[in-house]
């Protein structure tokens, strides 16, 4: 049963890093891009990055490029998400998302490419 599972999530204070983990069971993570989605109350989930299968290709929503950095480690089943510089707008329930082609979409980081999805974990940036 193909299972996602994150974690890392908590508070932080206005410029500090989290590090975020998903957890991949039930299925060959090698032949799979994956990808991070975050979402507030009230408000539609947006992508925030994407990783190729083989990590040759790396994508990121505008707002996150430069603080932000998605890897994979294939043998151990395991995708990250490395934030830093963090603001209080990128509050949000974190989501691990796998889709079903080795890389990226084309265009844009949208729920509709992806397949598979995790439960979530909290990331409150706030002083």
């Known amino acids: 049963q193909l299972q996602l599972v994150e974690s890392g999530g908590g508070l932080v204070q206005p410029g500090g890093s989290l590090r975020l983990s998903c957890a991949a069971s039930?299925?060959?993570?090698?032949?799979?891009?994956m990808g991070w989605f975050r979402q507030v109350p009230g408000k539609e989930r947006e992508g925030v990055s994407c990783?190729?299968?083989?990590?040759?290709?790396?994508m990121y929503e505008d707002s996150v490029k430069g603080r932000f950095t998605i890897s994979r480690d294939n043998a151990k089943k395991m995708v990250y998400l490395e934030m830093n510089s963090l603001k209080p707008e990128d509050t949000a329930v974190y989501y691990c998302?796998?889709?079903?082609?080795?890389?990226?979409?084309?265009?844009?980081?949208?729920?509709?490419?992806?397949?598979?999805w995790g439960q979530g974990t909290q990331v409150t940036v706030s002083s």
């Open positions: 039930g299925f060959t993570l090698d032949y799979f891009a």
């Open positions: 990783i190729s299968s083989d990590s040759e290709g790396t």
């Open positions: 998302a796998a889709r079903g082609f080795d890389t990226c979409p084309r265009d844009a980081i949208k729920v509709a490419f992806f397949g598979a």
